[in-house]
């Protein structure tokens, strides 16, 4: 039933029965990086078989198949799994760091990918793990995930992207070198871009040390990415990476699939459509 709220009494929310529409409403706190403390503990979890028995059955079932089928990832350790699946080559990694660090990892992945004819064809987030599509298989994934990528492919990455320019807009306004408001008139945002990029551009070609190419630099790897923690992931990639090489997608790894083209499911059909493939693809992970 949709229910328009009237007042809050004390501890009571008064609502009525909608006469239009209802708005679901969402926040960004979908988005916010997974704690560390929180992954450590689900990693625990996974590994503490014996306290499988607290969880429902078919939980149970769907773990005791991933140990069977592939391997759980310990505390520190990255566990990444290869397999084939409808003509595509997948690679699934489960860094437990949070989507903002996965997504800023599966663009460096890719990219990196790319650069080895790997030919990536997209990559898909979660809290909890990473995966990506591509027509050639991937051998040594260790490889593509060693810590070199943040001095090569990221700096790259964020210099060559809309990222570290929105940052520079920010900066430049911060710092007065561009004035929204003028004597009864306010520059519009295309005219704020424009003249940010226009500087941006030549500040990065004739003064690439500027102390506001700096800042903006600062900014955008503080707050657009997760520096810190893909840091700390690539170190343990190298250390600790676990390959296990399937020849069907893994019962974890099934999450993270349903999630790949979803957006692309016609309105009205979404849930059904996701329904039945999570299904096909839970039967042919959970077959032994």
């Known amino acids: 039933m949709a229910l328009e709220v009237e007042a809050i009494r004390d501890l009571d929310l008064i609502v009525r029965a909608a006469k239009k529409a209802a708005q679901i409403p969402s926040y960004m706190g979908a988005r916010m990086p997974l704690t560390t403390h929180l992954a450590s503990r689900v990693r625990e979890f996974l590994v503490d078989r014996a306290g499988w028995a607290r969880f429902p059955d078919d939980v149970r079932e769907w773990l005791e198949m991933q140990d069977y089928r592939s391997a759980l990832p310990e505390p520190g350790q990255l566990l990444a799994e290869t397999f084939p699946h409808e003509g595509r080559h997948y690679l699934v990694v489960y860094p437990f760091e949070g989507w903002n660090a996965h997504q800023s990892l599966g663009m460096l992945v890719t990219k990196r990918m790319e650069m080895r004819g790997l030919k990536p064809m997209g990559f898909v987030a979660s809290d909890y793990a990473l ?157 032994p």
Do not use: C
């Open 131 to 287: 995966g990506i599509w591509s027509l050639e298989e991937v051998t040594d994934p260790a490889s593509l995930f060693s810590s070199d990528i943040l001095e090569e492919e990221f700096v790259d990455w964020v210099e060559n992207s809309y990222l570290l320019k929105r940052a520079f807009r920010e900066v430049a306004v911060i710092s007065g070198l561009v004035e929204r408001q003028h004597p009864g008139k306010r520059k519009s945002g295309k005219q704020v871009t424009f003249s940010t990029d226009l500087i941006y551009d030549v500040l990065r070609k004739y003064e690439p040390g500027h102390l506001l190419l700096e800042a903006a630099w600062h900014d955008a790897r503080a707050r657009l990415t997760d520096v810190g923690r893909l840091g700390e992931l690539l170190d343990r990639a190298e250390d600790t990476m676990l390959h296990i090489r399937l020849d069907r997608v893994s019962p974890m790894a099934v999450p993270l699939m349903v999630m790949i083209g979803r957006e692309s499911v016609a309105q009205g059909s979404v849930d059904d459509a996701l329904l039945v493939e999570a299904e096909s693809l839970a039967g042919i992970a959970m077959t």
